[in-house]
Structure formats: C-alpha cells, structure tokens
C-alpha cells in the first residue's frame, strides 16, 4: 500500500515530467520563431534591394 508521501513523490514527478516537456515545446517554438524571423528580414532585405 502506497502512502502520502509516495503519492505526493509520484504526483511531484509527473508534474515535473510535464514542465520539462513544456519547456522543451517553448524552447523548439522559440527556435522556429527565430528561424522565421530570419527568413522575414532576408526577404525583406532582398525586396528592398529590387
């Protein structure tokens, strides 16, 4: 039989599980964004330069 702690050590550890995932998630969004941002300013460096 489980006690409290052992619960609340579970519930702790899942919790933490999804937060690492989310910061994953955050931190490859962030790196898209950066990724897109220059790809923006290339593209508006080349249609300036026409």
């Keep these: 039989m489980k006690s409290d702690l052992q619960y609340a050590i579970e ?25 897109e941002e220059q790809h923006l300013v290339l593209n508006s460096e080349n249609l300036s330069n026409n």
């Design 11 to 35: 519930r702790n550890v899942a919790t933490n599980r999804r937060a690492v995932e989310n910061y994953n998630l955050l931190r490859q969004q962030e790196q898209n964004l950066d990724a």
